[in-house]
């Protein structure tokens, strides 16, 4: 049951989570609450989740809206500060990295790529200037000719052309400006990349582009990717691992084959019987009633448990424990108890 | 007679620079109680092909040719309260974002018995019982207690169903609900999707579903239509169309999503991107980005011809493959 079962498997981790959580207070402000007498409001939009990512793989958070995984991004590249527990990069606590220069010479280690790359690219910079920037932050720059070639290798890299770098961000479409991101987020070398919906606003066609890029990516360069959708054909197909997230906790973790042919936590269940059927084999779905509950007042015990079909009393009072296996994790009361069905939904093929 | 007739429809967008094409020549049918999906990226036309339906083109964009015909009585030139009669009455409207559909000053059983009083001949009494039948039809739980609640008090998931609620409550012969489940989550989005087929299967109405999404068109569609630049690239039987594509853009698409089961290390890649209305190319509007290009295309624009069982608007599939 020790979270320590994967940090001490043989390949050491590049990124591991341990307990991790984020608490945001929600409160109205002291003056309203003391008027109004309202409680203080607290919502844990990550609660104790531990995970950890081995070198040059590919480790998917999924989940339904506002279940905490671009939290659990923004904690990882220190956009925001944990309430509790460790991120560890490459073995040391980031949180411990005191000095600036030691805490520079982490973070230049890892990069973010977002959902809406027209947002995350400053619409008055030449391309050049975009791409440039982590390099001059970092102190990686040289001289402007080298600067330069290395710009004009990164938009080759990305598939775009060297030319590109005197335009502008509105220049581009969707899929071209994510592949500057792209190329921005490789330009200090980074070995990690936290990708949150990186393909969630563009269009499949283009999406595939996207997805096929950063594979190729991976193979050449050997990056490590945390990358987070809520759509999950996309995650089966780029993963190594997946994790599950509801209401803030994890509710398993397992290789994409484990997690799709036997889905074990009742929530993957229920997502998994949500994928529309393009193979049209025709098999009938019942989509599972109900709606993710308020996160600042959730569900007692296991949080899942007013949607979930096997829920007993355990369920509505105590907090499932993780149960580690070799290749995954799942908390789940009724998986602890052996008291779960064969899952109905097995995957196509 | 189809329901519901489009034939050779055109609508452009005058601007200073010119007149953009927006939709060029699109014509297809929908049957009494059929679900036609219309596929294809964002900009391929699938909006404006529904607004032209429901009469909801904004100026300066304007129907410039073509008619639509609804129980064969064109609807695309009436007189502007006409078509509002029309609209609610025969046609229903969903849109993604369930806002636009209520008016966030009245309660939602108030929305409801207006909406069915103005197109039945319902009393006050016998709309609202109406509303509570529709509503809890629409799966909101304790409806006759909802009836007294704004839009804002519900969920996007609530509001979307109430919408469909709405656009049900006078029985029409059509709906056309644009992107009804984009801005919801997966497990809602399959909640809404089985509500709207099953709706639909009872009440008899039809409904054009337009989507990005193929999977909710595999779940949901009896034919299918996809849509490129402006124009129809294939319109088919949905199995068909998803299983044994015919044109070069449907192929690419199909291998292009991303499905559960399907190992493979690289999706199909269509490069490029869907080109900008000020910037179609000649010939076919496909031409650069198609693996099986040839000279013809770019000359000559392809209508759409059957091709085993479905229709595609492609060369490769005339009857007569060479000349120009
Ligand atoms: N800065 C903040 N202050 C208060 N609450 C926040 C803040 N950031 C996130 N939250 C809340 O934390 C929860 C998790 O949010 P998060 O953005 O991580 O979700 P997500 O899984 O990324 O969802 P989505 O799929 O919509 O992107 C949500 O309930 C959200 O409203
Ligand atoms: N008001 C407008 N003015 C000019 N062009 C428009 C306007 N509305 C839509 N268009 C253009 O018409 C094309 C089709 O748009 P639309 O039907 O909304 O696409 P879809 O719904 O398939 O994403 C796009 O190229 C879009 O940019
Ligand atoms: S712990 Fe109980 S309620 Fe939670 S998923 Fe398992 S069976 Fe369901
Ligand atoms: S007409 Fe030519 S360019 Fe167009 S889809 Fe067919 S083969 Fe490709
Ligand atoms: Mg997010
Ligand atoms: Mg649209």
């Given at each position: 049951?020790?979270?320590?079962l994967i940090?001490?498997?043989?390949e050491?981790?590049?990124?591991?989570?341990e307990n991790?959580?984020?608490?945001?207070?929600?409160?109205k402000?002291?003056?309203?609450?003391?008027?109004?007498?309202l409680?203080k409001?607290?919502?844990?939009?990550?609660?104790?989740?531990?995970?950890s990512i081995?070198?040059g793989q590919?480790f998917?958070?999924?989940?339904?809206?506002g279940?905490?995984?671009?939290?659990v991004?923004?904690?990882?590249?220190g956009?925001h500060k944990?309430?509790?527990g460790?991120?560890?990069?490459?073995?040391t606590n980031?949180?411990?990295a005191?000095?600036i220069?030691q805490?520079?010479?982490?973070?230049r280690?890892w990069?973010?790529?977002?959902?809406d790359?027209?947002?995350?690219?400053n619409?008055?910079?030449?391309v050049?200037d975009?791409?440039?920037?982590?390099?001059?932050v970092?102190?990686l720059?040289?001289?402007?000719?080298e600067l330069?070639?290395?710009?004009?290798?990164?938009l080759?890299?990305?598939?775009?052309?060297?030319?590109d770098?005197?335009k502008?961000?509105?220049e581009?479409?969707g899929g071209q400006?994510?592949?500057?991101s792209?190329?921005?987020a490789?330009?200090?070398?980074?070995?990690?990349?936290?990708?949150d919906?990186p393909?969630s606003?563009?269009?499949?066609?283009?999406?595939?582009?996207?997805l096929?890029?950063?594979?190729d990516?991976?193979?050449?360069?050997?990056?490590?990717?945390?990358?987070?959708?809520?759509?999950?054909?996309?995650?089966?197909?780029?993963?190594?691992?997946i994790?599950?997230?509801?209401?803030?906790?994890?509710?398993?973790?397992?290789?994409?084959?484990?997690?799709?042919?036997n889905?074990r936590?009742?929530?993957?269940?229920?997502?998994?019987?949500t994928?529309?059927?393009?193979?049209?084999?025709?098999k009938?779905?019942?989509?599972?009633?109900g709606e993710v509950p308020?996160?600042?007042?959730?569900?007692?015990?296991?949080?899942?448990h007013?949607?979930c079909?096997l829920a007993?009393?355990?369920c509505k009072s105590?907090i499932p424990k993780?149960i580690h296996s070799?290749?995954?994790m799942?908390?789940?009361?009724a998986?602890?108890e052996?008291r779960?069905p064969a899952?109905?939904?097995?995957a196509?093929? | 007679?189809?329901?519901?007739?489009?034939?050779?429809?055109?609508?452009?967008?005058?601007?200073?620079?010119?007149?953009?094409?927006?939709?060029?020549d699109?014509s297809?049918?929908?049957e009494?109680?059929?679900?036609?999906?219309?596929v294809?990226?964002?900009?391929a036309?699938?909006?404006?092909?529904?607004?032209?339906?429901i009469?909801?083109?904004?100026?300066?964009?304007?129907i410039?040719?073509?008619?639509?015909?609804?129980e064969?009585e064109?609807?695309?030139n009436?007189p502007?309260?006409?078509?509002?009669?029309i609209?609610?009455?025969?046609?229903?409207a969903?849109?993604?974002?369930?806002?636009t559909?209520?008016?966030p000053?009245?309660?939602i059983?108030?929305?409801?018995?207006?909406?069915?009083?103005?197109?039945?001949?319902?009393?006050e009494?016998?709309?609202?019982?109406?509303?509570?039948q529709?509503?809890?039809?629409?799966g909101i739980?304790a409806?006759?207690?909802r009836?007294?609640s704004?839009?804002?008090?519900f969920?996007?998931?609530m509001?979307?169903?109430?919408?469909?609620?709405?656009?049900?409550?006078?029985?029409?012969?059509?709906?056309?609900?644009?992107e009804?489940?984009?801005?919801?989550d997966?497990?809602?989005?399959?909640?809404?999707?089985?509500?709207?087929?099953?709706?639909?299967r009872?009440?008899?109405?039809?409904?054009m579903l337009?989507?990005?999404d193929?999977?909710?068109?595999?779940?949901t569609?009896?034919?299918?239509?996809?849509?490129?630049?402006?124009?129809?690239?294939?319109?088919?039987?949905v199995?068909?169309?998803?299983?044994?594509?015919?044109?070069?853009?449907t192929i690419g698409?199909?291998?292009?999503i991303?499905i559960v089961?399907?190992d493979i290390?690289?999706?199909t890649?269509?490069e490029g991107?869907m080109?900008?209305?000020?910037?179609i190319p000649d010939?076919?509007s496909?031409?650069?980005?198609?693996?099986?290009?040839f000279?013809?295309?770019y000359?000559?624009?392809?209508?759409?011809?059957p091709?085993g069982?479905?229709?595609?608007a492609c060369w490769?599939?005339?009857k007569?493959?060479?000349?120009?």
């Amino acid at each position: 049951m020790s979270d320590r079962l994967i940090a001490t498997s043989p390949e050491p981790a590049l990124l591991e989570l341990e307990n991790l959580s984020k608490y945001f207070d929600v409160s109205k402000s002291l003056l309203n609450r003391t008027i109004e007498r309202l409680p203080k409001q607290i919502l844990k939009a990550v609660d104790g989740v531990s995970f950890s990512i081995k070198p040059g793989q590919t480790f998917s958070l999924v989940g339904e809206s506002g279940c905490g995984k671009s939290t659990v991004a923004k904690l990882v590249v220190g956009l925001h500060k944990p309430t509790g527990g460790q991120i560890r990069f490459d073995g040391t606590n980031v949180a411990d990295a005191k000095s600036i220069a030691q805490n520079a010479a982490l973070r230049r280690r890892w990069q973010m790529i977002f959902q809406d790359p027209y947002a995350s690219l400053n619409p008055r910079w030449r391309v050049h200037d975009i791409i440039a920037e982590p390099m001059r932050v970092f102190g990686l720059a040289g001289s402007s000719t080298e600067l330069s070639k290395r710009v004009s290798e990164l938009l080759e890299q990305v598939g775009l052309s060297a030319m590109d770098g005197e335009k502008y961000p509105h220049e581009f479409s969707g899929g071209q400006r994510q592949r500057v991101s792209i190329a921005r987020a490789l330009s200090s070398n980074p070995e990690f990349l936290v990708c949150d919906e990186p393909t969630s606003a563009l269009d499949v066609s283009v999406q595939a582009q996207i997805l096929n890029l950063m594979k190729d990516l991976q193979r050449d360069i050997g990056l490590t990717y945390l990358f987070i959708s809520h759509n999950l054909a996309v995650v089966y197909h780029v993963a190594d691992m997946i994790g599950v997230m509801y209401l803030g906790r994890m509710c398993e973790i397992a290789t994409p084959q484990d997690l799709f042919r036997n889905p074990r936590h009742p929530y993957t269940r229920l997502l998994i019987d949500t994928i529309p059927d393009l193979e049209m084999t025709g098999k009938a779905r019942e989509p599972v009633a109900g709606e993710v509950p308020n996160p600042i007042n959730p569900p007692s015990g296991c949080s899942f448990h007013p949607r979930c079909p096997l829920a007993n009393d355990r369920c509505k009072s105590e907090i499932p424990k993780p149960i580690h296996s070799a290749t995954g994790m799942v908390a789940c009361h009724a998986a602890e108890e052996g008291r779960l069905p064969a899952p109905q939904t097995v995957a196509p093929a | 007679m189809a329901l519901l007739e489009v034939e050779n429809l055109r609508v452009e967008f005058p601007t200073r620079r010119g007149t953009l094409l927006a939709i060029d020549d699109v014509s297809f049918q929908i049957e009494e109680g059929e679900v036609l999906g219309v596929v294809g990226e964002s900009g391929a036309g699938k909006s404006l092909t529904g607004a032209s339906i429901i009469g909801l083109l904004e100026p300066p964009g304007r129907i410039a040719a073509g008619q639509i015909r609804l129980e064969g009585e064109r609807i695309d030139n009436l007189p502007y309260d006409e078509l509002r009669r029309i609209r609610g009455k025969k046609i229903g409207a969903i849109f993604q974002d369930p806002l636009t559909s209520l008016n966030p000053l009245y309660t939602i059983g108030r929305q409801l018995v207006e909406t069915i009083r103005v197109h039945t001949d319902d009393t006050e009494a016998q709309a609202r019982d109406r509303t509570v039948q529709l509503l809890t039809e629409v799966g909101i739980p304790a409806a006759e207690r909802r009836l007294g609640s704004y839009p804002h008090e519900f969920s996007g998931g609530m509001r979307q169903r109430v919408v469909i609620a709405l656009a049900l409550c006078a029985n029409p012969k059509l709906i056309v609900a644009d992107e009804p489940t984009t801005a919801l989550d997966v497990s809602i989005q399959a909640q809404i999707i089985a509500l709207l087929k099953k709706l639909c299967r009872d009440h008899k109405t039809a409904i054009m579903l337009i989507t990005h999404d193929m999977g909710v068109i595999a779940e949901t569609a009896d034919r299918v239509a996809v849509m490129y630049a402006g124009r129809i690239a294939e319109i088919g039987p949905v199995k068909q169309v998803v299983k044994h594509p015919k044109h070069p853009y449907t192929i690419g698409l199909m291998g292009a999503i991303p499905i559960v089961g399907r190992d493979i290390e690289r999706l199909t890649q269509i490069e490029g991107s869907m080109p900008r209305l000020t910037n179609i190319p000649d010939g076919c509007s496909f031409n650069p980005r198609c693996p099986k290009v040839f000279d013809r295309c770019y000359v000559e624009r392809p209508d759409l011809v059957p091709t085993g069982e479905t229709t595609a608007a492609c060369w490769l599939h005339a009857k007569e493959k060479t000349g120009v």
